[in-house]
């Protein structure tokens, strides 16, 4: 990791840079299904993806002595413009040039929760914008959706997928700070919001994750799995709003309503391999920390004033909109 420090000695920013990167990680659910795929540095703001489009089959068969005509190789590219986030907390000249200050641990925490919920939360938005749109029982548009999730639903995602080509997750990025893999069972993942917990759980055929064989198969924020997905959980994924049809059985602005209230539409990302590719928070550039005890100058006489702060850049893009399903439903309000 390359990061930038500001005014701490290397072993106390060496300290500071891991407590972010743990206390961010287990926030970001994303970050481990997506293709990783880091921005170079002096390489401008714009991330290009390319993937190149199937061939037709060549079912007619060869004449005696004649050449086909061929075929010319079509691809499709994804363009992403990365963008600057971050901010900062002041300190006050209780800080010390130690990593087992409180101050200091606590605003580095405090950081660390910011810039996970911060890029997972972008991510989420450039993804839920895919055109691959799911609804569950006699809805048609966000608007008409007046039902919870559904096997039957779930079950004509998976067929779409299949035919689209859509290959299972088999390889998961690490929950670490280092950049590498990890095997998974594979299977299609589906991401949702934790406001669903109870839907999902009384699906039909539902296992959860309590009952897997191996134990140690589960991912952080897994309930189970139905079928062909298994299912992750996190509070961070919001709904759309009073999107939905008007009644008195599902949640409407995150709370259990008396009223006839349009109902909150909760997104489910059904996600294939490489269907999106991230510039993520890990890697070498990809976080700068700051850390500046206070110092005497001109603005600060006294040396009173210090900061903790964090900048990244970032960039998401959806490489095939058939290979990430949303899923538009809503939740139960009384759950039994």
Avoid at 29 to 58: C, H, I, M
Avoid at 185 to 210: C, K, M, N, W
Wanted: aromatic letters at 8%.
């Amino acid at each position: 990791m390359n990061n930038t420090y500001g005014a701490i000695s290397p072993r106390t920013a060496g300290f500071a840079t891991k407590d972010l990167l743990e206390r961010g990680q287990h926030l970001m659910v994303l970050e481990r299904f997506g293709q990783f795929d880091p921005q170079p540095k002096n390489k401008t703001r714009t991330r290009k993806w390319r993937r190149y489009l199937s061939l037709p089959r060549a079912t007619a068969p060869l004449a005696e002595g004649v050449t086909p005509a061929g075929q010319r190789l079509t691809y499709v590219d994804i363009d992403a413009t990365l963008e600057q986030f971050g901010d900062l907390v002041w300190l006050t000249d209780v800080i010390k040039d130690t990593h087992e200050d409180p101050v200091l641990q606590e605003s580095m925490k405090i950081c660390g929760e910011q810039a996970a919920e911060t890029v997972e939360v972008i991510r989420y938005n450039t993804l839920k914008a895919g055109t691959n749109v799911f609804f569950p029982g006699t809805a048609t548009t966000r608007a008409t959706v007046n039902s919870p999730a559904t096997r039957s639903m779930f079950r004509l995602i998976y067929r779409a997928m299949k035919r689209n080509k859509g290959r299972e997750i088999s390889e998961i990025v690490k929950p670490s700070a280092l950049v590498s893999t990890e095997p998974v069972s594979s299977a299609y993942f589906a991401l949702g919001s934790t406001d669903l917990d109870a839907d999902i759980r009384g699906i039909s055929g539902f296992v959860p994750e309590a009952n897997y064989a191996n134990p140690n198969a589960k991912m952080e924020g897994e309930i189970g799995k139905l079928e062909q997905m298994r299912f992750i959980l996190t509070p961070l994924f919001e709904p759309f709003l009073a999107a939905g049809v008007a009644g008195t059985t599902y949640l409407s602005g995150g709370v259990k309503v008396s009223g006839a209230t349009a109902c909150d539409v909760y997104p489910i990302l059904v996600l294939a391999r490489d269907s999106y590719a991230i510039c993520p928070l890990q890697g070498e550039k990809a976080v700068n920390i700051g850390v500046v005890n206070p110092m005497h100058s001109t603005d600060d006489p006294l040396a009173q004033r210090g900061l903790v702060s964090w900048k990244t850049y970032q960039a998401t893009a959806i490489l095939n909109h058939l290979w990430i399903a949303r899923a538009e439903v809503a939740a139960t309000s009384d759950p039994t």
